[in-house]
């Protein structure tokens, strides 16, 4: 691996493919003996840093149309904190039917696995019939993992039955030293960034592009007002960002002042703190209040001068959605992808069928989606929002970090990378929007 390694660092990316694969490497696991140990424990108690192991595996076999990849850096996303909590089920049974598809695929059923859904690194070696990447392209890969066997994938691969989430519903992850991808998940790493930066926005851009502006999400046009929730975390700081370039009016909902000044600093205006303004949109466990959502309503109408949202960039799901209903304006549209605080939604249905508002499911993004996401990133119209780094030894205290809500836009994780700040070509570029890129650093 060291010597993989020194290539990298040393620029000489020709000599990968020559260089022999180690049998092993090191990546972030959870293990299949383990997926009771946080049983009798309340959600907010299950501790990643107890789960999240970092254990010497084995190096799979490379398949047809797959790339071996050399990771320098990934990022935490919330699907790796849902993993090592074992909520809402552990990921071992995605794997075991995984496997149960084909031989090849039954590669990936282990009693370990390696998580992770971003990363940024080197092509060691491609599998038969990989003909667009070799080994030594610098890279970063989307987490759409598909078979595209079946006819109903192939208008919209994400409709594909045998679709699954890479490092998630598959192993071998990019919260490693190597990960193991389809070619079809490869894009070209945007040159200006560093390796933590270039694999911090991956999974989150791609799935805020097609959820706000794809014509299979939100189909976002300017002119549009658009409420977004965690406006600072993962998927919202790239909505935010969507919106403003997309000629849209963000309505940006956080937590805190500190939240609600990086929505400023990336131009937003429009900024809701819901703990200083104090919404409680459920009444008890089974109630809500509707004079809450008006509250709520009333206040974005203060703030547009008198605009309802046409979209409501929706994730937290349970706790807010019945607000999101009601306040998305008539004809309007709430578009889903999640729903961290429960996902057995409550609404008054009265308001979406008598104001004929859309409600519109939404997940990840096709390989078109991700690659017009990545593209924007590198053309430094979208910028990564990277907060702080971990070494992958830490990846426990990071997925803890996004799993108590105290960290701000993503959370990076060196894998290869033995320090920040590597791994830019394009200085120029750089130079031109540093203060942009830098924007999460350290808040
Ligand atoms: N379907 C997909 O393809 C897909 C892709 C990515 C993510 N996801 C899911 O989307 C969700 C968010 O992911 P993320 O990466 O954006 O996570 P994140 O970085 O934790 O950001 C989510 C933000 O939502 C806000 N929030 C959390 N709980 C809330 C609540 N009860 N009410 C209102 N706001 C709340 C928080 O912001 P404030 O505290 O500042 O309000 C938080 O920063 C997760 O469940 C994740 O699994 C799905």
């Known amino acids: 691996m060291q010597k993989i390694l020194d290539a990298i660092l040393a620029g000489d990316l020709a000599s990968l493919g020559t260089l022999p694969v180690p049998e092993s490497y090191r990546g972030v696991t959870v293990r299949a003996d383990e997926v009771e140990m946080f049983a009798d424990r309340a959600h907010a108690d299950k501790d990643p840093r107890e789960s999240l192991h970092v254990d010497e595996v084995p190096t799979p076999e490379l398949g047809p149309g797959e790339a071996l990849v050399a990771v320098m850096a990934s990022a935490i996303n919330y699907n790796t904190v849902w993993t090592s909590i074992f909520e809402p089920m552990d990921t071992f049974g995605f794997l075991r039917r995984y496997g149960k598809t084909s031989p090849l695929a039954k590669r990936h059923d282990q009693p370990y696995h390696v998580v992770g859904s971003d990363l940024a690194g080197v092509v060691l070696r491609t599998g038969p019939g990989v003909n667009a990447w070799q080994p030594g392209d610098e890279v970063v890969a989307h987490c ?3 078979e595209l066997e079946h006819p109903d994938g192939h208008n919209d691969t994400m409709l594909d039955p045998e679709q699954r989430i890479w490092g998630f519903e598959t192993n071998f992850g990019g919260l490693a030293e ?5 070619s079809n998940q490869l894009m070209p790493k945007p040159a200006h960034l560093s390796w933590e930066e270039a694999a911090c926005p991956g999974l989150v851009n791609s799935t805020a592009y097609r959820q706000l502006v794809s014509r299979n999400g939100a189909g976002m046009k300017q002119g549009d007002t658009v409420l977004i929730w965690g ?17 849209a009016t963000p309505v940006c909902v956080v937590s805190s002042q500190e939240k609600a000044d990086i929505c400023r600093k990336m131009g937003a205006e429009l900024i809701i703190d819901r703990n200083a303004e104090g919404y409680r949109f459920w009444k008890d466990e089974n109630n809500q209040d509707p004079k809450e959502w008006k509250r709520f309503g009333a206040r974005i109408r203060e703030l547009t001068g008198g605009d ?6 929706e994730h937290p799901g349970k706790e807010t959605f019945g607000a999101s209903v009601y306040v998305a304006r008539k004809g309007g549209t709430i578009v889903t992808c999640a ?20 409600i519109i499911g939404s997940h990840f993004a096709n390989y078109r989606e991700a690659w017009e996401a990545n593209r924007l990133v590198a053309k430094g119209k979208i910028h990564p929002t990277l907060s702080g780094v971990y070494p992958m030894e830490e990846t426990g205290q990071a997925a803890y970090d996004v799993h108590r809500n105290t960290h701000q836009g993503k959370v990076g994780v060196l894998c290869l990378a033995p320090e920040e700040g590597l791994g830019v070509r394009n200085p120029e570029l750089r130079e031109q929007h540093l203060s942009a890129i830098n924007r999460f650093r350290g808040v």
């Open 308 to 313: 309802d949202p046409d979209i409501v960039f």
């Open 231 to 247: 406006a600072s975390g993962g998927l919202g700081s790239y909505a935010t960002q969507f919106a403003l370039n997309g000629g």
């Open 144 to 146: 759409l993992n598909v």
């Open 339 to 358: 729903s961290t605080s429960g996902f057995m939604h409550q609404y008054d249905n009265r308001y979406l069928w008598m104001n004929l508002k859309n």
């Open 178 to 182: 190597l990960a193991l991808v389809k």
